[in-house]
């Protein structure tokens, strides 16, 4: 047992995986202890384990095996993670436990697959156990059908999924192995218990004996309803109530809840749907038209046979339908009509809901065929028609019906009227609104007065059951008219009626009026909501409705289930039922005058038509005071007011007395019961008084009291009717006035527009003014609640009156219509204010009922359908136009228009587009002509509709959206979402489709209340979308979650992820977390009337006020509003279905959005954000071969805060035109937006790296004219493309480079050309480089030519990453297949060979013989004419050189202003000669640290700044130096240090010599930023400089010499300035390559070492700054490549001897310390070096004795040194030198004074006739000066303004200008050393010495540190690099000041303050004494 030992240490997770069957026994003991312990099922412990299951219950070992599966178990039970095993563990259990012989492991395995079901993982273990079922294994299927059984009898079937299980009973019942087929039994038997004889169809055709059996089983099963016994983890409450059932024991109460737990099961669910249609006879058509009826017969009962099939393959069913329809309506065989019926019902029974569309064509001929008296033809027709109902619903085939009602034949209306009885009794109050009942019942109404008794009974039994399902309260309105013996019909008629939704209720009053709702689809029927609903009932009491929605929760508060009903102004009396005399009937005057008599006092009776208007007057005060103490109850109002207009009555003469009588009628009218019998009584003599105008106001308090008792609706048209009938002018305008102020107290529910209509129009005709101006009134008013519609109605006035009416309208536009005061006290416990509301909603549609509609069916043709029909695509376009024509002259249209639906909709797939544009706005024209009828059309059009949103061309979708908006605004959006149409539509993969189709659903589902459940079939394919690989698709999707869900709720839309892959269904709940958050809430339900705004947010197209409203009254209305989502509630919500439209506005709305701001808007910092982001990897590189969709949408982000949303729409659109549209906005705003374009560049130019990867030409020329104009634009700017912008661009521009056509490829060259003006071109080389590499042979070709181009223009310099490399890779393509990449490439290394000689065969390496010898071949032709190459090159690409006149006179400031017109001349003068060297582009790589380090920075300095030089010519005081800014100019001179940097760099890359020169001497002329240069740097530098100096074609210029002059300066610059190491270094390395290259002039050889001399006169001054290991290394170098020998047979001794005085000249000024320098040398010992150096050593050792001390005597002694060795001209010429230089001009000066005294007859005059006369005047003067001092006098003279390097000989005017330092930018504090700096310069003017500093410390020390900057810019960066280097040198160093701190700038101007004298010295000095002791 020894190995025992070892396995027992292991870890558990480890022995489970061990291959010891006793380690992993032990390993599962140990795990399932260890898996019970855990508390906490998150911990991470469950992770190790999650790949370790699977291996649990497969384990191979039996005993370890079971100890495997309890561990499984327990992991299930207990682990967070465990779901993510399902799969494996379920499908492991089935295949390796199931066929177990051991039960103990086969009921573990069941107990892990119902733990799985019970963490929520049904679906998975079903589908692994359905696929048990397939197993070979019996005893496997015989576990999995168990398996299936148990969690089926515990979870339920709302849990375990029975479809699936049902399909495969069939296959199980024929086993051949008995025990699978007695499972299948048992496994039946449960099923039977859950869905009961929805399980009989499926299993019809098993075997007959198995059938009985199962029969026999099924009768025992009880009859209870099942209950589910075990809960999922989300399921814990229901598992609490169980179990607390369970305790009380039993169900007592907790019945109807649970009802809810079993899903009712339909059958038809249960059944494969069979596809008929192609199994149709072939001749079935011909056979149908046959002439013979037996043909037909024959045709018509294949189809019987087909739609048999319980449920059909839904598909396009039109032609079936028609053929049928026909059979039915014309066949006169009356058996053929019956067959046809049966074959309609069963294709609508097969095909349910799918059936609808077809509905409203069958409809009208069932019913009117129902003429036949044949029982059997009648039978037909009616299952027919009843099939039909249920795949539609009653509103959309109301029309058809209401139209057959009229009929004159007795049966068609007895039948009519039994088929709606039978259709109400599928109806719920919530789908029989008050708006459907209207209208049937008054149809009904005429058939219960019918003559025929039989139409008659059935009017009473169709009314009866009206009654019953939509309850008294609604019903009873309509009744008002109905004599008592008819209404007691009816109300027996109720009591017997058996509705679909639940058992015949007992008639108990309290039911009538809350009717039982189930909420229960029409299909199907069952107990279940029985219970639910009288719960229901019970709660809400009498008086209230019962719950109007699915649940049974408690109902809304009285709300009425048509809270949103449509159409019909009816409901007139909303009292309802509890106020019973809503019709008194008529008392005779002897019973008025003892009901009155009973409650007045005798007197008043008497006295009432008494001739003494007193008496009168005294009898209304004691009426007055009797009514006013009088009980509603008692009062008896008719008898009362019939006393009143007993004679006189309204004829009183005495105005007291009338005003009194009128105001009792308004008390009783307010007191009392009033009814409109009473009001009858009265309104006449009211009306007849309202004009009076003393008792004129009295009337109308009269008749509003009445309105307020009686309805506004009726008093109103009472009135109003009345008033016309009489003459009176003044009536008729007061009552118009009256109306109007009536209107706006008590709302305009219910009011009667076309009766008020034709009055209004006799008003605005009358003579009198005052009744026209008061008719105007009115409409104003109405206009306030019915909108633009009203217009419509006086079109035909005449102009004026028109526009009268228009002013009106125009007032009140914008105004809201005020909330209802009256007219909803006194019934509002009942409920009156929800009448209001409904009939509010009303309004609108109320109006469109009104206008006169055309019939057009007659002018649809069957001519003009086959025209419209027919193969020739111009007949069918003259027929749309037909159609186009007939609706405009119509106007409004009847919904009859015959066959021209199914017409149109065979054009919406026409093959001709403009046809089908046109067919789509001719369905929009229908929409608006048909208004809300057209609602029947839906069903058969909006499919294909909305399919056509699918096609490819934008302005097809557009119109096609257009289209589906136009319909929907007039039938509501629910009649869109039903069925399941549109969920396949959704699931085919087109993007276009998809993306529409989710944009319109994302923009209407959020103003919807409720959609009808079928919306839940799209989330599928919603969740498709949501990883479609169209990235438009993606975000269409992603918008419209939120609304999915906020109707579906979380949870439906969580479980439906269950079927996903889980990589998709994690992503998709991520996003549906998201999605979570930002749900909106549901739209309040429709505000009170108050809320109603019509005036200013009126339709533009009438269409209903309810139009999204009215689809609440589906069945899925909510119950209550949550008051979560109630949020948006109130007024604001505005959900309406006209100005709600967008509650969430979205983009694709095609409104006009303004398009008026900037397109760019500027981020502060965005661009560096970005970069931050991108470099930091929190967004994608922008690096693909193509681009993929996360790019884009990441662009699309980033873009959405900094582009104009309407321009980032047409840039990210799908079709290119949109692309186009956003190019040419583009290059419009390109100049007025230039700093919103910078500030977005890098996201401009990768959308136009994505332009191309398009396709399209169009796009892609247009991207490149915008990219040109883009460059220019930057050039000018002086802007510097970031490496972020670059990287990002540049590589796919060149991809373009390879494009087969011309003009596109010179293009992209233009582009790479101009690009180098803002992109170093070094840089360029590396991306053109990698170009090279494509597999595109012309793309190749093509950057090997812009290759030489740039050496061409820039100079060998460019070449990366060495000029070697680039050269190797370039020859490579000597030998490429392709010819034009062959030539391209020798082309290109022919122009290196022009530029750089023989060297270029040293670059290239080794070549194979071949490319060589054509190599050689091309050099030799291009070589006969080798200087054609620059002047071609000049004249070939003049945009390389860059003109910046422009902007250097337009950034220039101050006092530079006048100097900039010689600027720009010289600057024009720009020669385009061979430049190459003068402009080494390397400046630009090494400053890169400056340049990239704020992308952004922007080159705002002049081109080279001028001081006015008058100034110097003035006589300068020197002020007492305060401490202040060093000069006036400062500030505006050096805004921006970095940026003037960038500035000069980039003047050095510049095509014109003299803009190179300065911009570099002013780079040299800042000693610390000329320190930077580095050795690589200089070495080119120098290299260029001298090319240019012996390059003879310098002197063919106007300006030759000038040029020479500048370059000599410059050089000497650059000697004196630089770093000493790296200049030096650099010197020997080009020493020793010019020596090495045979093409190397022995000009250039020479004056390197002029160079070098020069060093080695300087090297006693820089000795100590000087790294002199480095310079021992580089001359040991060359002393290898160059030994003694060799150097000595060199043509010239120079080289041997510049060596030698160099070696020398060190060891004189280090002693023997110099051999301690070599240290860098690797093996000294062999090195010639050392033993020249101690050879040297010796001999000066030899001379001296001791080191003569030569270092830095200056002055007398130096100047009689130097006298004694070389030619006074000599010594002059250096002295001169000194003077032109900055720094030495006051030592030059000294030692000119020295030198005159010393030599009094030496001439200086041809050294001084050679300078300008500033510069004579200034050396006179400086020598004067000296001479005052040095006699210590105590005045100075003249002024001393220096000037730089004034050298007079060579200086061009423009070359003395100053650059800025990097000095106090952006108001830094200024350090102390810009002090001494200034102190310095007094201090020379003063004639003190500078050069006695040996005892100043450091000056790193002395920079008192600066505030913080203001800008953290590159100029800090800069700032630090400086003084590190600068520590690094002051080691040795006894600097001049530095520079760093000192603005050159400040040198040459004057200070400030005048009141200065020359006494002041003296105080100067001490300060300086005080500056240095506090230093010590």
């Known amino acids: ?245 369970q305790a009380v024991g039993g169900d007592a109460d907790g019945g109807d809840d649970e009802e809810e737990a079993v899903p009712q099961v339909d059958a038809y669910e249960l059944l494969e749907a069979v596809e008929i249609l192609s199994k149709l006879p072939k001749d079935f058509y011909e056979k ?108 959309n085939i109301s029309e058809d019906v209401l139209a057959v009602m009229d009929n004159k034949n007795p049966t068609i209306k007895q039948q009519t009227s039994l088929f709606i009885a039978r259709s109400f009794r599928h109806c719920t109050p919530s789908t029989l609104p008050k708006s459907l009942l209207k209208p049937f019942c008054a149809a009904l109404l005429k058939h219960i007065n019918d003559s025929a008794p039989e139409v008659r009974d059935a009017g009473f039994e169709a009314l009866g059951t009206a009654l019953k399902v939509a309850g008294e309260k609604a019903v009873n309105p309509f009744l008002a008219d109905v004599d008592k013996l008819k209404l007691d019909r009816i109300k027996e008629c109720a009591e017997k009626v058996e509705l679909v939704y639940g058992k015949k209720t007992g008639g108990a009053a309290e039911k009538k009026e809350g009717k039982p709702i189930t909420g229960k689809t029409p299909a199907l029927s069952g107990t279940g909501g029985d219970k639910e609903a009288k719960d229901a009932a019970t709660k809400s009491g009498p008086l209230k409705k019962a719950p109007t929605a699915k649940s049974g929760g408690p109902p809304k508060k009285g709300k009425p289930a048509a809270a949103a009903g449509m159409g019909g102004a009816g409901a007139k009396g909303k009292k309802g039922p509890e106020t019973k005399e809503i019709f008194e009937s008529e008392l005779s005057i002897e019973v008025c005058e003892e009901k009155a008599a009973a409650v007045l006092p005798a007197s008043c009776i008497q006295q009432l038509d008494s001739g003494n208007w007193k008496e009168r007057l005294a009898c209304m005060e004691e009426f007055q005071k009797a009514v006013e103490l009088m009980e509603r109850s008692e009062m008896p109002c008719q008898a009362l007011v019939r006393m009143l207009a007993k004679k006189p009555g309204w004829k009183e003469t005495n105005f007291q007395v009338m005003q009194m009588k009128l105001h009792i009628v308004a008390l009783i009218a307010q007191k009392g019961n009033f009814s409109k019998t009473s009001a009858q009584v009265v309104l006449d003599g009211l009306v007849d008084k309202v004009g009076d105008v003393k008792c004129g106001s009295n009337a109308k308090e009269a008749m509003t009291a009445i309105a307020e008792a009686c309805q506004l609706p009726w008093t109103a048209e009472q009135v109003v009717a009345m008033a016309f009938s009489q003459k009176n002018p003044k009536n008729q305008s007061e009552t118009l006035n009256w109306l109007s102020n009536a209107i706006k107290e008590f709302g305009f529910s219910g009011l009667n527009v076309k009766a008020f209509i034709s009055n209004v129009k006799t008003a605005l005709a009358a003579t009198n ?32 009156l028109l526009s009268q009416i228009d002013a009106e309208f125009e007032k009140m536009q914008g105004q809201t219509a005020p909330a209802p005061t009256r007219g909803i006290s006194r019934h509002s416990a009942g409920g009156g204010d929800d009448g209001e509301e409904e009939e509010q909603e009303d309004v609108g549609n109320d109006v469109v009922d009104l206008l006169p509609r055309t019939d057009i069916g007659d002018k649809i043709t069957a001519e003009l359908v086959s025209k419209i029909g027919d193969k020739n695509w111009k007949i069918r376009k003259e027929g749309l136009d037909e159609v186009t024509s007939i609706i405009n002259d119509a106007k409004f249209i009847q919904p009859n228009i015959g066959e021209l639906p199914a017409a149109l909709k065979s054009r919406l797939n026409d093959s001709n587009k403009i046809l089908v544009q046109q067919t789509l706005s001719i369905l929009q024209q229908l929409a608006t002509a048909m208004g809300p009828n057209i609602k029947q059309h839906v069903k058969s059009l909006r499919i294909p509709v909305i399919t056509v949103l699918g096609d490819s061309k934008n302005n097809v979708r ?52 409720s959609v009808p459940s079928d919306l839940l079939l799209c989330v599928p394919h919603l969740y498709s979308c949501l990883e479609d690989r169209n990235g438009d698709v993606r975000k269409k999707a992603q918008d419209a979650l939120p609304f999915f869900m906020m109707h579906l709720g979380f949870e439906k839309m969580a479980k439906a992820t269950s079927k996903l892959k889980p990589t998709s269904k994690d992503q998709v709940l991520a996003m549906l977390e998201k999605a979570k958050a930002n749900m909106p809430a549901k739209p309040a339900p429709p505000a009170k009337a108050s809320s109603r705004v019509v005036g200013g947010a009126a339709p533009a197209k009438f269409q209903p006020a309810s139009a999204l409203a009215e689809d609440s009254g589906s069945n899925t209305m909510e119950s209550k509003p949550d008051p979560k989502k109630a949020k948006v509630g109130g007024p604001s919500s505005k959900a309406k279905g006209v100005q709600g439209k967008k509650v969430l506005s979205k983009p694709n709305l095609k409104e006009d959005d303004d398009k008026s701001g900037p397109i760019f808007i500027i981020v502060p910092n965005g661009k560096e954000q970005r970069m931050k982001d991108e470099k930091g990897l929190k967004v994608l590189k922008w690096n693909f071969t193509t681009p993929r969709d996360e790019y884009i949408e990441q662009l699309k982000t980033q873009m959405s805060s900094c582009v104009a949303k309407w321009l980032q729409d047409e840039m990210f659109h799908a079709d290119f035109q949109h692309h186009n549209k956003a190019l040419a906005v583009m290059i419009e705003h390109l100049e007025s937006e230039k700093d919103g374009v910078i500030s977005c560049l890098d996201l401009i130019l990768k959308w136009l790296t994505l332009r191309f990867f398009d396709t399209n030409t169009s796009v892609l020329m247009k991207a490149l004219e915008y990219l040109k104009l883009l460059f220019n634009l930057l050039s000018q700017e002086e802007y510097h493309l970031t490496e972020n912008e670059a990287s990002s661009f540049i590589p796919y521009l060149i991809l373009k480079v390879g494009e087969p056509k011309d003009v596109i490829r010179k293009d992209v060259r233009a582009i790479l050309n101009r690009m180098c003006l803002i992109y170093p071109a070094s840089k360029m080389f590396t991306f053109i480089m990698e170009g090279t590499k494509s597999k595109n042979s012309k793309q190749r070709a093509e950057c090997l030519e812009e290759l030489g181009c740039l050496v061409e223009s820039y100079g060998m310099n460019v070449c990366q990453p060495t000029p070697g490399k680039a050269l190797k890779e370039m020859a490579t393509h000597i030998g490429d297949r392709d010819n034009t990449v062959r030539n391209a490439a020798l082309n290109t290394i022919v122009t290196v060979y022009n530029v750089h000689g023989d060297q270029v065969f040293k670059l290239i390496g080794n070549l194979s013989e071949k490319d ?31 003109n910046i006149s422009a902007n250097a006179s337009m950034l220039r400031k101050g006092p530079a202003e006048d100097m900039s017109s010689k600027l720009n001349q010289n600057r024009n003068m720009s020669s385009h000669s061979e430049t190459a060297h003068t402009v080494p582009r390397e400046f630009q790589l090494d400053l890169d640290e400056i340049e990239n380090d704020n992308g952004t920075v922007r080159c705002e300095m002049p081109a080279l700044v001028q001081h006015k030089l008058d100034d110097i010519f003035e006589p300068v005081l020197i002020p007492e130096p305060k401490i202040r800014a060093v000069s006036p100019h400062f500030d505006d001179m050096h805004s921006n240090t970095a940026s003037t940097i960038n500035f000069v760099i980039s003047q050095v890359a510049s095509g014109d010599i003299n803009t190179s020169i300065q ?114 290394l580089d001359i040991h170098i060359f002393m290898k490549v160059f030994p003694k020998e060799k150097l000595k047979q060199c043509k010239s001794e120079f080289p041997i001897r510049t060596l030698k005085t160099l070696l020398h000249t060190l060891c004189k000024l280090k002693g023997p310390k110099i051999l301690d320098h070599l240290t860098m040398i690797d093996n000294k010992n062999e090195s010639e070096l050392e033993a020249h150096l101690c050879r040297v050593m010796k001999h000066s050792m030899d001379q001296t004795g001791s080191k003569a001390d030569k270092d830095t005597e200056k002055g007398a002694s130096r100047i009689e040194e130097k006298a004694s060795k070389a030619k006074v001209n000599d010594i002059l010429a250096e002295i001169f030198k000194k003077i032109g230089s900055k720094e030495n001009t006051k030592e030059g000066l000294a030692e000119l004074y020295e030198y005159k005294k010393k030599y009094s007859d030496a001439d200086i005059e041809p ?110 960066m800069l700032h630090s690099k400086l003084s590190q280097l600068r520590e690094s040198r002051e080691q040795y160093q006894h600097l001049d000041l530095d520079s760093n701190q000192t603005h050159s700038s400040g040198i040459g101007t004057t200070l400030a303050s005048p009141s200065s004298a020359a006494a002041n010295i003296d105080d100067l000095k001490k300060r300086l004494e005080r500056i240095k002791s506090s230093r010590k």
């Not at 049928?324 to 349910?352: E, F, Q, S, Y």
């Not at 509501?972 to 396949?984: C, I, N, Q, R, Y």
Request: include cysteine.
């Open 1 to 245: 047992m020894g190995d025992d030992s070892e396995w027992m240490k292991l870890p558990i997770d480890q022995k489970c995986e061990h291959k010891l069957w006793k380690a992993r026994l032990n390993g599962y003991e140990e795990a399932l202890k260890l898996f019970q312990k855990i508390d906490d099922e998150k911990s991470p412990e469950w992770s190790k384990y999650l790949g370790l299951i699977k291996k649990f219950v497969t384990d191979s070992n039996a005993v370890a095996q079971l100890k495997g599966l309890e561990a499984a178990l327990a992991y299930v039970e207990n682990a967070h993670v465990a779901g993510k095993t399902t799969g494996e563990v379920a499908s492991g259990v089935v295949n390796k436990v199931f066929n177990q012989p051991k039960a103990r492991a086969k009921e573990l395995g069941l107990d892990i697959c119902l733990m799985y079901i019970e963490i929520e993982k049904g679906e998975a273990v079903q589908e692994e156990l359905l696929k048990g079922l397939d197993n070979k294994n019996p005893k496997i299927i015989v576990a999995c059908i168990e398996t299936l059984r148990k969690a089926l009898s515990e979870f339920g079937s709302k849990i375990i999924s029975l479809k699936p299980i049902i399909k495969v009973l069939p296959k199980l019942f024929e086993s051949r192995e008995k025990a699978v087929r007695d499972e299948a039994k048992l496994l039946a038997v449960e099923i039977y218990r859950w869905i009961r004889d929805a399980l009989r169809p499926p299993l019809q055709n098993i075997n007959s004996v198995q059938l009985k059996e199962l029969e026999e089983e099924w009768v025992k099963v009880s009859s209870a309803a099942p209950k589910q016994t075990r809960f999922l983890r989300s399921q814990q409450e229901l598992k609490a109530k169980f179990e607390q059932q």
């Open 288 to 395: 149908i038209e046959a002439k013979k009826w037996q043909e037909r017969k024959e045709a018509l009962e294949a189809v019987e046979l087909l739609v048999k099939n319980p449920k059909l393959e839904s598909g396009d069913y039109a032609d079936l339908v028609k053929v049928l329809k026909k059979v039915v309506g014309k066949d006169t065989n009356v058996m053929l009509v019956a067959l046809a019926a049966k074959c309609l019902a069963g294709l609508a029974t097969g095909l349910r809901k799918k059936f609808g569309q077809y509905a409203g064509h069958v409809v009208p001929t069932i019913l009117e065929k129902f003429k036949e008296k044949k029982p059997q033809v009648v039978q037909a027709l009616q299952e027919a028609i009843d099939a039909i109902f249920l795949t539609t619903t009653l509103q």
């Open 769 to 800: 003014p005052a009744v026209r101006t008061s008719a105007i009134t009115l409409l104003g008013v109405m206009y306030l609640y019915v909108g633009p519609p009203l217009r419509m109605f006086f079109e035909d006035e005449k102009p004026a």
């Open 958 to 1009: 557009a119109a096609a959206l257009a289209t589906v908006n136009a319909w929907a605004e007039q039938t509501g959006m629910k009649e869109w979402l039903e069925g399941e149409d549109l969920s396949e539509e959704l699931k085919k993969e087109n993007p276009f489709l998809r993306q529409e189709l989710l944009g319109w659903l994302a923009e209407k589902l959020p103003t919807l209340r």
């Open 1412 to 1442: 060589m010898s054509m190599l050689e071949e091309r050099i030799k032709r291009s070589a006969k004419r080798p200087s054609a190459a620059p002047v071609r090159q000049a004249e070939e690409k003049p945009q390389r050189t860059q």
């Open 1559 to 1672: 911009a570099l001497a002013q780079l040299f002329q800042i000693e610390s930023l000329a320190r930077e240069a580095s050795t690589g740097v200089l070495k080119d530098l120098m290299h260029g400089l001298i090319t240019l100096m012996l390059d003879s074609r310098v002197e063919d210029l106007e300006e030759g010499e000038q040029v020479i002059r500048s370059v000599n300066l410059l050089v000497v610059k650059v000697l004196e300035k630089s770093d000493q190491t790296n200049i030096l270094s650099a010197l020997l390395v080009l020493l020793q390559d010019s020596l090495l290259a045979t093409a190397s002039s022995p000009k250039f050889s020479e004056l390197v070492m002029k160079c070098l001399w020069r060093m080695v006169r300087l090297l006693p001054e820089t000795i100590n700054s000087i790294n002199l290991d480095r310079i021992l």
């Open 1807 to 1916: 050294f001084l006739k050679n300078s300008s006369q500033f510069f004579q005047s200034y050396v006179e003067r400086g020598l004067r000066l000296i001479e005052t001092e040095r006699e210590g006098k105590g005045r100075i003279a003249g002024s001393t303004g220096i000037s730089p390097q004034m050298e007079g000989t060579c200086v061009p005017a423009s070359t003395h200008t100053v650059s800025s330092s990097i000095g106090n930018t952006n108001g830094e504090e200024v350090g102390p050393s810009v002090y001494l700096e200034r102190l310095k310069i007094l201090r020379q003017r003063c004639g003190l010495d500078n050069a006695k500093q040996e005892d100043r410390p450091p000056l790193t020390s002395l920079l008192s540190k600066p505030a913080v900057p203001t800008v953290a810019s590159s100029t800090d």
